[in-house]
């Protein structure tokens, strides 16, 4: 009823398009077939630079890409569209899609691990190197920047990649608003609605919207709410300053849990049993405030941020406490209220007055995160007991600089350094068993990058580069001890990474193409190393090597006819890898790094529009994925494997969507309609990597759809 009622909104505020006509080709929307690679410029290496002039592997994915026809609800549904990055969906909103950029965040088995994200100049990822998605909306988004590779020279910890999301700015007009919804299977109910305006020096814009899904599982509803307001005023010739403010409310986000193979096999839209029976879910609210100052002066400029984040969750978990009376029903619940404020400052200025001469681009970042932390024993979701409760505060400081020389006009020289220090400190509340856990760790390191690239013309534009990179434990890996007391973890370290790369990209007619070659060494790579009572524990597992290659290539076939293909190759393995079980040891040398396919890629095609019509079709496919360290369960790849596996994207999975556009004066009408699963596969979309009792595999739904629309006017 609530979709039925939201079209009838739709078709009762179209007056003004009644009188629809397909809207006309847009001549001066240029396709990146097209585009010269000078005319595309990125900030994600915190400075504008023209793409092509980079010596690093980047990719931007624009507006169409992420809104169009997606029901924008993840990061898969555009960003598996780039080489060197894998995106997984749990289709389970209390943990988030699991990402990794070329095998950094692999291991995260709830959340985003290991890649820097920051959303209109705002870190979503903490000074622990957690990330969270919680105040982005992908509906809401205009660009999304994305490095691949080792760049805490720029960004600091966690950085094996950077995401780097732009939200959409206020239109041209003064005025303009828009209306969106979408509804589908396994009751997918969202609505967005987005204004804008301008004045004299100022504009603003204010997005919100509201999203349910059933979900085709057991016990995997959600719904939440998210509020984005943003504001810009130009303060003169050469200033400008702005505000951004976001708040998601998320009273639900029900976890149904990874299954066995046997459980798949019976009943792959379940739940696991102790999930249902201990209620797990959960429950979000999160506020982000920040204020950006950006002067420019004649040889170069600055920048400056200041940012606050208030988060409060609690999570009924299927995990049973480590003491006290068990049972079918008892389970823990997790909160967490935290408070995390930042300071980003960087200046960037030419040495020298000569048209190539030398940029200095000079900052630092500061954060701290204060989390109080508690854990209680639970009865079907119902609070209990109190087993844990600390104050954890993590404080990031961060100084770095970046040189950039352009000695002739097809050569860019680009080297840079950063110094991170990170401290935690952990405050023990929970004093009942005689025990202070109080104490504090700092873990710090310098990383640097230099790279070089060539550009005689647009055909071929090479380069090389050298980067390195660390990632500290977050502080719930910290927190997990083994023996089950509270404050942190004092035998886990931080790990390393060195990245060689060499790439090339450039426009050999109507194909535009990208391609990279790496050569990653990890050092003291953190792993989860055993699961005790479904709780994992973290050590440093030795080393790993990470090899691979990865080609973009987009291809012109017709005025209104592309066709595109994004290739990864993987070759992620442990080069070293000991832990030591009690008195055995697990020597692990050659397996391949779990929850990373050794090949992957998706194929589309993109027709139109012609008489306002667009069609979009891709096509994914993935080699087998592995869910433990010692490579004993995995999903099939491409048809392989025997018959006691299960089945992973092997051959392919198809995604069809298909919209139009009509316009009369300032409105518009955009109808769309988007079927996932097309030849309703049977498959395995994601895992837990390391998951207790063989509960590793997160299943897909089969075919399923969505019918939308938006509605808009915009003041001329």
Do not use: C
């Not at 209390?94 to 070329?102: E, F, G, K, V, Y």
């Not at 600089?401 to 220090?421: F, H, K």
């Not at 083994?482 to 886990?492: I, K, R």
Request: no cysteine.
């Amino acid at each position: 009823m609530r979709l039925i009622a939201s079209f009838a909104l739709l078709l009762a505020t179209a007056s003004p398009v009644a009188a629809q006509r397909p809207i006309a080709p847009d001549t001066t929307r240029r396709d990146s077939a097209n585009v010269t690679l000078p005319e595309i410029t990125v900030t994600v290496t915190r400075t504008a630079e023209p793409v092509f002039r980079i010596p690093a592997a980047i990719d931007v994915v624009d507006r169409r890409e992420l809104n169009g026809a997606q029901s924008t609800l993840g990061l898969d549904e555009s960003l598996n569209n780039l080489p060197g990055v894998y995106v997984a969906n749990r289709y389970n909103y209390s943990l988030d899609q699991r990402l990794a950029i070329r095998g950094a965040g692999s291991r995260a088995n709830f959340g985003v691990r290991g890649v820097k994200v920051v959303l209109d100049g705002v870190p979503q990822t903490l000074p622990d190197g957690q990330s969270q998605l919680t105040n982005v909306d992908f509906g809401n988004l205009q660009r999304i920047e994305v490095l691949r590779g080792a760049s805490s020279s720029l960004y600091g910890n966690a950085s094996g990649g950077v995401l780097n999301l732009t939200s959409e700015p206020a239109a041209a007009g003064t005025f303009s608003q828009s209306l969106r919804a979408e509804g589908g299977s396994f009751g997918l109910f969202r609505i967005q609605g987005r204004s804008s305006a301008r004045r004299g020096a100022a504009s603003g814009t204010l997005s919100l919207s509201h999203t349910s899904i059933e979900g085709f599982r057991q016990l995997s509803k959600t719904r939440f709410t998210q509020l984005n307001l943003g504001g810009d005023v130009v303060l003169g010739s050469a200033t400008s300053l702005g505000l951004r403010f976001g708040y998601t409310d998320a009273p639900q986000a029900q976890n149904p849990g990874a299954l066995n193979a046997n459980e798949v096999r019976a009943n792959p839209d379940s739940a696991a049993g102790n999930n249902i029976l201990r209620k797990a879910d959960k429950v979000v609210s999160q506020g982000q405030l920040s204020l950006a100052l950006t002067h420019h002066t004649g040889r170069g400029g600055v920048t400056a941020t200041a940012f606050g984040i208030i988060r409060n969750l609690r999570a009924p978990q299927a995990i049973p406490p480590s003491t006290g009376t068990q049972g079918p029903a008892v389970g823990t619940i997790s909160t967490i209220d935290r408070a995390v404020g930042g300071l980003r400052f960087s200046t960037e200025q030419h040495v020298g007055g000569a048209e190539r001469a030398p940029r200095i681009t000079v900052g630092g970042d500061l954060q701290r995160m204060q989390d109080d932390r508690a854990l209680y024993r639970a009865v079907a979701a119902v609070q209990d007991t109190s087993l844990l409760d600390q104050r954890e505060t993590v404080t990031e400081v961060g100084p770095f600089a970046q040189l950039r020389w352009s000695p002739s006009s097809d050569i860019e020289i680009v080297t840079g350094a950063r110094y991170d220090a990170v401290k935690f400190s952990v405050d023990g509340h929970h004093l009942t068993d005689g025990t202070d856990n109080s104490g504090s760790r700092t873990m710090s390191a310098f990383s640097a990058n230099a790279g070089i690239s060539y550009l005689r013309d647009r055909r071929l534009s090479p380069y090389v580069n050298l980067s390195t990179a660390f990632e500290t434990p977050t502080t719930t890996e910290l927190a997990n001890q083994p023996n089950s007391t509270g404050g942190f973890n004092s035998q886990l370290d931080p790990q390393r990474t060195v990245n060689y790369e060499v790439g090339a990209r450039g426009v050999l007619g109507p194909v535009t193409y990208s391609v990279a070659g790496f050569v990653g060494r990890v050092r003291n790579a953190i792993v989860q190393y055993r699961e005790v009572s479904g709780r994992g524990y973290f050590a440093n597992a030795g080393r790993l090597k990470n090899d691979g290659i990865e080609l973009g290539l987009s291809a012109r076939l017709a005025d209104q006819l592309r066709l595109f293909t994004a290739y990864t190759y993987s070759n992620f393995r442990y080069g070293q890898y000991r832990i030591v079980n009690g008195a055995t040891t697990d020597t692990l040398d050659g397996k391949q790094l779990p929850g990373i396919p050794k090949a992957f890629i998706r194929v589309g095609l993109r027709a139109g529009p012609a008489r306002g019509v667009t069609l979009d079709v891709d096509h994914t496919m993935s080699a087998a994925v592995f869910a433990d360290d010692k490579n004993t369960l995995y999903v099939n790849g491409w048809g392989k494997g025997s018959a006691t596996t299960l089945n992973g994207i092997g051959l392919g999975v198809t995604n069809l969507r298909l919209s139009w556009e009509g316009r009369s004066g300032g409105a518009w009408l955009r109808p769309f309609l988007g079927v996932n699963n097309l030849w309703d596969r049977t498959y395995i979309s994601s895992l837990t990597v390391n998951g207790t009792f063989g509960r590793v595999f997160e299943t897909a739904p089969g075919r399923n759809y969505y019918l939308g629309g938006e509605i808009g006017w915009a003041a001329r």
